[in-house]
């Protein structure tokens, strides 16, 4: 098989997390951070609209609901 010479190698550094964790399960943490990162390239939308999410929760465990987004000091979730 030959390689494609059209074929292009996209390259993305990455940055080591600066901020301490918000969650301490490391499969939690990660799975937040690459949402908060997603988020920040863009937005999510449901049947064409766009829609705003905070949170996420796992297929197995769907009552348990994780912040995406760090609380800020002073911030409540009632706001």
Known sequence: MTSDSNDHVWRFAVDAQQDPPVYEDPLIEMVRVFLEDLIGLGFVTHKGKKVQIDGFAFAN???????????????????
């Open 61 to 79: 465990r769907p009552q348990e609901v994780y912040a995406i987004f760090r609380e800020e000091p002073g911030e409540s979730q009632d706001d």
